[in-house]
Each structure stands twice: as C-alpha cells, then as structure tokens.
C-alpha cells in the first residue's frame, strides 16, 4: 500500500503571499490531520479533516485553513504568510473511526523569507 | 487541554546499552500513548503504542510501559543499534479525538 504522500516537498515563498499544500492519504483513509513542526514549538496539531468536514481544530490562527476532497486528498493553505511560518507541514492519516494509528507524510518544508 | 512532557532532551548511549526516554501526561482521559521515531529528513514514523487498558507492551528490541496513576509512560529500547540514532516523540491522544499531542522530543545517539 503506498504510504501518505506530500506535495510539494519544499517551498521558498515571501513575506504577504499565500501557499497550498497537498496531502494524500492513504488509500482507505479518510481521516487528514495537518500538522506544524518548528524548532522552537515542536509539533503542533493544526487541523483535522474526516469526510470532507472539519472535525477537530487546533490553536492557530484563522490564516490557516484546509479542505478536504471527496476523494479523502486535503489541501492546506496559509493566507498572507509571516516569517514565523516558515516550518515543517506534516499530514498524518487514520481511518478515523476511533484512535488508531496516524501515519505521517514526508512533509513539506515551508520557508518564508 | 493535554500536556505531555518528555525527558530528556538529549540522549547518548554506548552502542548495545539500553536507553530510556520517559513522558508525563496532565489529561487523565487520554487513553492512547504512541512512540514516534523521527530521521533526518523524514517524517514521523510510529514504532510502538500503548492504550490506557494496558501496562506494557513489548516489539522486539522496544517496549513501552504505561502507569495510569502516575499518568507517565516510557520507551525502552534494549541492545541499541547505530540505526537507532533519531528523533524520538511521545504522545497522547484524548478520548476518540484524532488530535496528537507531541512530546518536545528526545535526540538519541547510538555511539559505536
């Protein structure tokens, strides 16, 4: 079975502009968490997606937002990107019927300048 | 909300000795610990995990313990192998949440 899929894998990107991620899960999961990874904070849960609706959200601001595909693939996008987001993005999948294992992605590395 | 804490940091042992990483949790509705094992480069990869209804669980060269009372709970990797050298993070989950949170992580470096 392939694994979680991400794309792309790194992104230089400016102060102001915006950008999206793209997440595969793997096939028959339909449960998407994102995920920031910084130095500074560890890894810090943004947002979970299960059947195309929002179903738990983390504590970041409203400048991040995603979406979920019927297709169970979720996008994620940061508006009006700041310095500090500049991090490692994860997406992790699950069936998401009850606690079971999350699989991670590779990541994508995100550099804001 | 949930808070894990891990210990220590930074961890560097003799190639074949045994480490130990140890992590508290303040939520005691957190009913699931899994172990995640980080490379350069790469993203988190679970090795090993412990629901709430359980003590120990053993996979070969890693174990995992679990006290509720205390609520902490530990890797222990015996015989350490140079591929052993990682990231390693704990977490907890709360209740039928998908949400993870993470330990800050402990750097472990096998050395030969």
């Known amino acids: 079975k392939a694994g979680v899929t991400q794309t792309p894998r790194y992104l230089i990107k400016t102060r102001g502009q915006q950008v999206t991620l793209s997440c595969s899960p793997i096939?028959?999961?339909?449960?998407v968490s994102w995920y920031q990874q910084t130095p500074g904070q560890g890894l810090q849960f943004l947002f979970e997606y299960f059947s195309e609706t929002q179903r738990n959200k983390g504590n970041f601001p409203g400048r991040f937002s995603g979406r979920q595909f019927s297709n169970s693939r979720s996008e994620m996008n940061v508006s009006t990107l700041e310095l500090g987001d500049s991090a490692l993005y994860l997406c992790?999948?699950?069936?998401?019927?009850?606690?079971?294992?999350?699989?991670f992605g590779p990541g994508t590395r995100l550099l804001v300048l | 909300g949930e808070n894990v804490e891990q210990h220590p940091s930074t961890l560097s042992v003799q190639e074949g000795d045994s480490a130990v990483i140890k992590c508290t949790y303040s939520d005691s509705a957190s009913n699931y610990f899994p172990w995640y094992k980080q490379e350069l480069g790469k993203g988190p990869q679970l090795i090993i995990d412990?629901?709430?209804?359980?003590g120990e669980k053993k996979d070969q060269r890693i174990a995992v313990t679990l006290n509720k009372t205390a609520k902490h709970f530990s890797l222990h990797i015996t015989e350490t192998q140079p591929e052993d050298s990682a990231v390693y993070f704990c977490a907890a989950i709360q209740g039928g949440a998908q949400k993870l949170v993470f330990g800050q992580g402990t750097r472990l470096t096998i050395n030969p």
């Open positions: 992790a999948s699950s069936l998401g019927t009850g606690q079971e294992t999350q699989y």
């Open positions: 096939s028959g999961h339909r449960s």
């Open positions: 412990i629901r709430s209804n359980v």
